[in-house]
């Protein structure tokens, strides 16, 4: 049995003193091991809402990130804190990179605090290879074949011999988790296109239905024909449900919610999914 705690969204349930904030964290509990996947913009709001819903952070096996955006790996340096525990840290190997955006000013939106600060509390795997984390539960890597439709719009910058370049942001990385109905996809932005990512999903894993989709879909600023196109491709592969939030934005979410009605639900912090 999987179950899946949205520990943190950028909305909060209605009636309930669970915080929302910018940015995603789930716990995936997968036969009794718990992945930590993201970690939220700051600690404090997470930490209250893991207290809430009874998830000791103590009980967390390893944390995956999905990528490097202050938004899922702000709160890492508070957690693992709160772990008090020497942990497994999945992640892509340019994790730690410079990355940066220039609206409306000049900042950082990547990593907050450095892995040597880190090191003590945390053993990082850094690798772009998909590999089974747990048994039935893969991290899809990098996502190298992307489909034509999904170019990233994000304009963020990296800098490559001391020159400073487009950011590709191929350290997007997802969660796969194989199931007899099919595969759980969870997802942090999306930035990798999500279609490509499920049918990376579906390569690794060996299945051919798609369970479920969970995350953030990043076509909050996609273009109608964008949006339309993922509709389609979601119909093609037969995606049976999907839990979406975070940055996927209410046009999307909206023509979503027209094409597939029943099977589309919204993401908020404290949704409980079970499969």
């Not at 076509?219 to 037969?238: P, Q």
């Amino acid at each position: 049995m999987t179950t899946i705690y949205t520990l943190i969204e950028d909305h909060s349930g209605y009636g309930t003193s669970l915080l929302g904030q910018h940015g995603v964290s789930f716990l995936i509990d997968h036969e009794g091991t718990k992945i930590l996947f993201d970690t939220g913009c700051e600690s404090e709001p997470l930490l209250h809402n893991m207290e809430k819903m009874h998830v000791d952070p103590g009980d967390i096996d390893c944390i995956f990130l999905s990528h490097c955006h202050y938004d899922h790996t702000g709160g890492l340096w508070g957690l693992l804190k709160a772990i008090g525990k020497r942990i497994p840290v999945i992640a892509h190997p340019t994790l730690f990179r410079e990355h940066i955006s220039l609206t409306p000013r000049i900042r950082s939106v990547g990593m907050k605090v450095s892995k040597d600060m880190m090191d003590p509390y945390a053993d990082f795997l850094l690798t772009g290879d998909p590999f089974e984390i747990t048994k039935d539960v893969f991290s899809t890597g990098e996502i190298i074949s992307r489909t034509d439709f999904e170019t990233h719009t994000l304009k963020v910058y990296t800098v490559k011999d001391g020159t400073l370049i487009r950011d590709p942001l191929m350290d997007d990385m997802s969660i796969a988790i194989s199931t007899p109905d099919g595969v759980i996809v969870v997802s942090g932005c999306s930035h990798a296109g999500i279609v490509s990512i499920l049918n990376h999903s579906l390569k690794i894993t060996g299945t051919s239905e798609i369970k479920a989709v969970i995350g953030g879909l990043h076509l909050i600023d996609a273009e109608k024909e964008r949006i339309s196109k993922t509709i389609d491709s979601f119909k093609s592969l037969h995606v049976q449900k999907m839990y979406i939030g975070h940055c996927t934005g209410f046009k999307a979410e909206s023509a979503f919610y027209n094409a597939f009605r029943d099977q589309f639900h919204t993401l908020y912090s404290g949704r409980i999914m079970k499969f």
